[in-house]
């Protein structure tokens, strides 16, 4: 995925829309009160501006960034996924952050959990997740 490559102190302008068959149909999403199901949304537009690996948290390394909501509708559940390096360029691990109910053309500050891991040192965005919850009703 080069062209999705976002460095530390990168800043590009990516849309992603196409959604390929090898990613999830659905996701379970953990919550405090446990784990939901959700379904994947097709043809939903997001745009990535920023992503930065931050090495000053006490609890671990984070990946802060910005999405844009392109879309005139809300998005119920979005998950992005992030690729982890060491110097050698080998892959070490995943970042994750989500968010409930992106607001339509909305921005999201995104920061993923902790990443504990002290050898990384450059991360890829992967794919984005997006999606409404199941509410088995």
């Not at 043809?43 to 690996?53: K, N």
């Not at 090495?55 to 992005?80: A, D, F, M």
């Not at 390096?85 to 909305?106: E, M």
């Amino acid at each position: 995925m080069a062209d999705n490559d976002v460095g530390s102190s990168d800043a590009s302008q990516n849309i992603f829309t196409s959604i390929s068959s090898s990613e999830p149909s659905t996701l379970l999403v953990e919550r405090p009160y446990g784990y939901i199901s959700t379904k994947r949304y097709n043809d939903v537009d997001l745009s990535l501006s920023s992503s930065e690996l931050d090495k000053s948290q006490p609890e671990g390394t984070v990946i802060r960034g910005l999405v844009r909501n392109v879309n005139p509708k809300e998005i119920g559940v979005v998950v992005i996924v992030f690729n982890l390096f060491d110097a050698s360029g080998n892959q070490v691990g995943n970042a994750y952050a989500s968010v409930d109910f992106l607001s339509p053309r909305t921005n999201w500050r995104f920061v993923t959990e902790p990443i504990l891991r002290s050898d990384v040192q450059f991360h890829r965005f992967a794919y984005f997740f997006t999606g409404s919850y199941e509410t088995g009703l």
